[in-house]
């Protein structure tokens, strides 16, 4: 049977480092993180020191221009540790939420967000799912309406990784609740923690992967810079597709 295409020596020689690390650095502080139900700071910026957060991110930012092998690896060694908490929050910050920054937001809030998010001074999270909106993306309520240089935003966002720890959120909104189809009105803000109206309400139990967070957040007429918008307006869905 062909090897997957991770499996080079370059990536196996990658992969034994990182197991070292997760020995040393992550394994005998699996169950206190798992009582604990989140991930302390020091995890995320002991994981951006050597280079395990965001390894596709171009160096000029902080990254190592890896390709995605590497990712597939340490998403596979943090599996291995059983502890599918730790894998899932690194994840959502460095394969999904962030690359999404990379890809949609404006050239100074790039190299505003991005470097932290490298050394793990900036952990991501991404906000789609609502109490009445789970698979179907398209009949989320959130909505955000602009008022001068501003969205003001107002909705619920639930079973958020990474929701209670992160300094910077992926949020899917409402710009259009008009829009046919209703996907169309789709669009995605980047909202920094701290933010008044942005409440991270809750931690909420769950049956397994204890050492992540899982939120549930409130946004309460959130005034979101228009500059923030990433991408174009509408076209939210359709990046949360690609
Ligand atoms: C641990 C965890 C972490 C999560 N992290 C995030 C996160 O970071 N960000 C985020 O936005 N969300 C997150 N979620 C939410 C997750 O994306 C949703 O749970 C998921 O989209 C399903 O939505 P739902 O739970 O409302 O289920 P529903 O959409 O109500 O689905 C319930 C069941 O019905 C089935 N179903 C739904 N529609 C159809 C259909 N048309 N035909 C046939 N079957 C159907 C589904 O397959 C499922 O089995 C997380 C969830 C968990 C459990």
Redesign the pocket.
Known sequence: MAQPAYRTAELEQFRRAFRDFVSAEITPNISEWESRGELPRSFWQAMGRYGYLCPWLEESLGGSNAEFGYSVVICEELGRTGAMGIQ?AVS?HSD??APYIDRYAAEDLRRRWLPGCATGDIVT?????EPG?????AAIRTSAVLDGDDYVVNGQ???????MSCDLLVL?VKTDPAAEPAHAGISLLAVEAGTPGFVKARKLD?MG?HA?D?GELFFEDCRVPRSHLLGEEGKGFRYLME
Do not use: R
């Open positions: 899932t959502v999904i939420a999270a991404i906000a789609m799912t909106a789970g698979s179907d993306l966002k639930t079973f958020i990784t990474n929701g899917a769950k992967q992540g899982t």
